[in-house]
């Protein structure tokens, strides 16, 4: 096995601020597969190069594949190398980091391996235990039950598991049956990686930790509100995932309505776990339900056909999935409603979707125009102030304000961005969203996971637009590949008088 990764050494941070965690074991199910080679092992390895993790903490990787711990180790060393980039260190950090590792090969339906996995962990007495089943879904149910049958879960013990919850209300209602039978509610973890960026977190710095725009977060001062999360590739591997999916179930129903709870919510008493989910809660219940009419007129679901990406001819999903009648969406977008005080009148438009021009996932708050414009005509035009929260590609926050052009002439309005990008203001490499949860987890902090009443709370407001579309008899719009999606999802927002918004700016930046 090499004995480093090919790349330069980190630096770390000066502005970092490293609070090391307790000793714990970490066991991850699913630990050859790929969320665990691309996120979990490079997340975990840049926690211990910035010192974090215990010297004597334990990764246990678990999965069927008939590995050693030597296997393992070479698996681990080689996702390194792929994911961490220029993060890179040399030689003894790197050693130090597989020799964590261990591995047990078993399965959930079989005996096999489970002996071996108990006594590796029972040997490590009285330590934080986290069990992270980055497996199928429905695996979550026969795990837990196995772990139980062990005599794994501990009172030290938590799960961590990952979306999809369920496929509707009920399926949801099932797992979380299945893993709330062996963990309490306080040691169930159900992760959303999108609440774990820089920018969802400085979403909360910006609104409470300054005077300026929490006064003006209402629908006195707000004209309308956008959420896009937009991909540029196709469904990849994942083709028999995603097409028992679709686009509303695998981001809309989770990371988008997660972004827009903390962008609607009222503030909550304090940052920790209770009061954020208690106020992310009402705004799902809050949110105005969907029936037969309103689906039709207020969602546009998508699919798209063979075109261009980035200059390249890409099949359209028929071709990549091999079903010429499959009818899942591969885009979606909707106008929402919050039914409350603070947001009555405010739309939240929100559109995801594959294949489409740029890979961008941002927030827009679009506020009123002035009442009355002071400026003769020839100052130009007056558009209204922007606020702008990307969370990829390029992290950062910009506001959009009007401001003289300089230079003689007279009075001429132009409109320029307040530009703070993360990656220019703090200069070093921001912790990826796994890096944060992950630490997260093992303090015991749950204010950036879903909670279950969450959870169901999300898929109640969505069933009915699933519904609403398998009655219909309609299938998905095509669109081509590497366009902003159907032409209805434009006409959406501009029958309301409004349009979706485009960065130009921070795009060529980009």
């Not at 209402?218 to 004209?223: G, K």
């Not at 630490?439 to 969505?462: K, P």
């Amino acid at each position: 096995m090499p004995a480093s990764l090919p790349l330069q050494p980190a630096e770390t941070p000066v502005t970092a601020r490293i609070i090391p965690v307790d000793t714990f074991d970490l066991v991850v199910f699913g630990a050859t597969g790929d969320l665990a080679r691309r996120k979990l092992l490079p997340a975990l390895f840049r926690r211990c190069l910035s010192k974090q993790l215990p010297s004597d903490a334990r990764i246990v990787g678990v999965a069927r594949r008939p590995l050693d711990d030597d296997a393992f180790r070479a698996l681990a060393h080689t996702a390194l190398a792929d994911a961490i980039g220029a993060f890179s260190p040399g030689a003894d950090d790197v050693a130090r980091f597989l020799g964590r590792l261990h591995y047990v090969a078993a399965d959930p339906a079989a005996d096999d391996g489970w002996r071996r996995l108990a006594e590796l962990l029972q040997a490590s007495g009285d330590r934080t235990r986290v069990f992270y089943l980055a497996t199928a879904p429905e695996l979550f149910g026969p795990l837990c039950a196995r772990l139980a049958k062990e005599g794994l879960a501990s009172a030290q013990s938590r799960v961590v598991v990952e979306k999809p919850i369920g496929k509707d209300l009920r399926s949801a209602c099932e797992v979380n049956d299945a893993i709330g039978a062996v963990f309490p509610e306080n040691a169930i973890y159900r992760i959303d990686h999108y609440l774990g960026k820089e920018t969802v977190q400085n979403l909360m710095a910006l609104r409470f930790a300054n005077a300026l725009f929490e006064p003006l977060w209402n629908s006195t001062h707000i004209d309308h509100v956008e959420i896009t999360v937009a991909e540029t590739l196709g469904v990849e591997g994942r083709g028999d995932y995603y097409d028992r999916s679709g686009a509303l179930r695998d981001m809309m129903q989770n990371h988008i309505l997660q972004l827009l709870c903390l962008t609607a919510m009222e503030p909550p008493s304090s940052l920790g776990a209770g009061g954020v989910r208690d106020e992310k809660l009402k705004v799902l219940q809050a949110l105005q339900p969907f029936d037969a009419s309103r689906a039709a007129a207020l969602t546009v679901r998508g699919q798209y056909r063979a075109g261009s990406s980035s200059g390249v001819a890409v099949p359209g999903y028929l071709d990549e999935v091999g079903d010429p009648a499959t009818r899942t969406e591969t885009f979606v977008a909707l106008r929402a409603e919050i039914a409350n005080w603070r947001w009555a009148g405010v739309p939240f438009y929100l559109r995801t979707g594959k294949r489409l021009a740029q890979r961008v996932s941002e927030i827009v708050i679009a506020f009123r125009g002035i009442p009355h414009s002071v400026f003769e005509q020839r100052s130009g035009p007056i558009h209204a102030n922007h606020l702008v929260i990307r969370l990829q590609p390029d992290e950062g926050v910009k506001l959009w304000i009007m401001i003289k052009d300089p230079g003689p002439g007279g009075m001429r309005l132009r409109q320029m961005p307040l530009d703070m990008s993360f990656a220019s203001a703090f200069g070093f490499h921001n912790p990826d969203a796994y890096e944060r949860l992950l630490i997260d987890v093992l303090r015991g902090d749950q204010t950036l996971f879903m909670r279950r009443d969450e959870v169901e709370a999300a898929w109640r407001w969505a069933d009915p637009i699933l519904s609403a579309w398998a009655d219909s008899g309609d299938g998905p719009k095509a669109y081509s590949a590497g366009s902003w999606g159907p032409s209805a999802a434009v006409a959406l927002i501009e029958r309301d008088g409004r349009t979706w918004h485009q960065d130009a700016d921070w795009d060529n930046q980009g």
